[in-house]
């Protein structure tokens, strides 16, 4: 899906829990999620500290749409 | 004595009625060997001769399945064969479907069927199953080569009393059949002995080909993100509560739009995942822990973004076909466009 988005036109982060499909696949942009059952979040942390947490991946994900990449980039946080 | 009887099957030009002018010739019997069926009756020798030859045109064959079939059928009931081979085929498409057609009247007679044929012609991936396709060139330049190829796989196909064994030892195309076996080593031996090969930077074969993927060509950036339309697509499930669209929770066959009404923060209340391969647990706690709303909003107020659009959408994304989400990715894709977003943040568990 990421693909095709971004063949119609659109820069896409792809926040992918599991970042070998991602990779497989062919996505570009790819921020690593954080686990399968919440990729921007950890239930172990309190709310305010996951909410942090969550920033710190979305932000990652804006800093891959600030930068033109050559190929694949994993933008790693 | 020949040891196997085969009636072999031709379209309208090898079997040397016409050509285009002849394709809706129907199904027509003759004694013995035709065209190509002479050169492979020779190559055949004394393991097996051609007592029948049918011919069909391609066009009619196509055209009138059912009949065509039946008065096939029936040809073959009134023969006295074992065996059953058709073409070669080359890339010819009609030809090579009529060829398929065959196979799987053979399969109905429970009689076996040997077929020349090139691997892209569709009637080779429409009926493989039901037969031994023998690889051939898309060409009748190919002719020589294929006729001896189909030879030598029925003299083998005879000595291996009808079991020929796997497409890489018989030199057949693959069917798509599974069959179990068991192998002399145990798949943990087999799996670290081809690791190390890999490490070893030493050739290996692997037991499972994967698909290869194509690629696309990264977009540029957004040249500036806090005046930007920024949207928001998951796989992770996320929809609103009782999942109205009833997106399934495996093998999604659609995804859903859903506006988001100025919603600041998703909430147990409202929102909930429809995905059936993760433990759907803390995204039904807070779902903004996979589509997250919540810091969208954050990042909108303080300027990081321009906007973040007023649709999300969102699919499951566990055991969906490539087929089916390439689909939704281009609609998706066509629309986000079309209303002016400039960036996606794609989330998936």
């Known amino acids: 899906m990421v693909k095709e988005i971004e063949k119609a036109g659109l820069p896409v982060v792809h926040v992918a829990s599991i970042l070998p499909i991602s990779k497989t696949v062919g996505a570009n942009r790819i921020v690593p999620g954080k686990a399968i059952p919440h990729p921007l979040g ?6 305010e500290e996951e909410k942090k947490l969550r920033r710190k991946i979305v932000g990652k ?5 600030r930068n033109d990449i050559p190929e694949q980039t994993v933008f790693e946080w | ?8 099957y031709l379209n309208q030009f090898f079997g040397q009625v016409g050509d285009e002018d002849e394709a809706d010739l129907p199904p027509q019997q003759k004694d013995g060997p035709v065209g190509p069926g002479e050169a492979l009756d020779n190559a055949l020798g004394e393991r097996a001769e051609i007592v029948k030859t049918i011919i069909t045109g391609d066009g009619y064959f196509n055209e009138n399945k059912a009949r065509a079939r039946e008065k096939i059928k029936e040809f073959l009931q009134e023969s006295d064969v074992d065996m059953i081979v058709a073409g070669p085929a080359f890339n010819a498409g009609r030809y090579g479907m009529a060829c398929g057609g065959v196979a799987e009247i053979a399969a109905e007679l429970d009689l076996p069927f040997v077929g020349g044929i090139y691997p892209e012609n569709p009637g080779y ?6 037969g031994y396709f023998i690889e051939t060139g898309d060409s009748v330049g190919s002719m020589r080569k294929g006729i001896a190829d189909i030879a030598e796989f029925i003299a083998d196909y005879i000595d291996a009393d009808g079991s020929p064994g796997t497409p890489e030892e018989a030199g057949y195309l693959p069917r798509g059949i599974r069959k179990n076996f068991f192998r002399e080593e145990r798949g943990a031996r087999r799996a670290v002995d081809m690791l190390v090969k890999k490490i070893k930077g030493e050739e290996f074969e692997t037991e499972y080909p994967m698909p290869s993927f194509d690629r696309v060509d990264p977009q540029p950036a957004v040249p500036d993100l806090g005046e930007a339309l920024v949207a928001v697509v998951t ?14 929770a495996s093998s999604a066959s659609k995804f859903g739009k859903y506006k988001l009404n100025g919603v600041q923060d998703l909430t147990s209340e409202e929102f909930e995942t429809a995905h059936g391969g993760y433990d759907p647990v803390y995204a039904n ?15 909108e107020e303080e300027g990081e973004i321009g906007e973040l659009h007023e649709y999300y959408y969102a699919t499951v994304g566990n055991g969906t076909s490539v087929a089916n989400a390439k689909a939704f990715g281009k609609e998706i894709g066509e629309e986000l466009v079309r209303d002016g977003v400039q960036a996606v943040i794609l989330t998936s568990t």
């Open chain 2, 1 to 8: 004595m020949a040891e196997l009887k085969i009636a072999h």
């Open chain 2, 125 to 130: 991936d429409m009926y493989k199953k039901f």
């Open chain 1, 42 to 47: 950890n239930p172990e942390l309190s709310e």
């Open chain 1, 61 to 65: 994900s804006l800093e891959a749409l």
């Open chain 2, 285 to 299: 706690e807070d779902p903004d822990r996979v589509l997250p709303i919540d810091v969208m909003r954050d990042l």
């Open chain 2, 235 to 248: 796989t992770g499930g996320i929809v609103p509560k009782g999942n109205p669209d009833k997106i399934e």
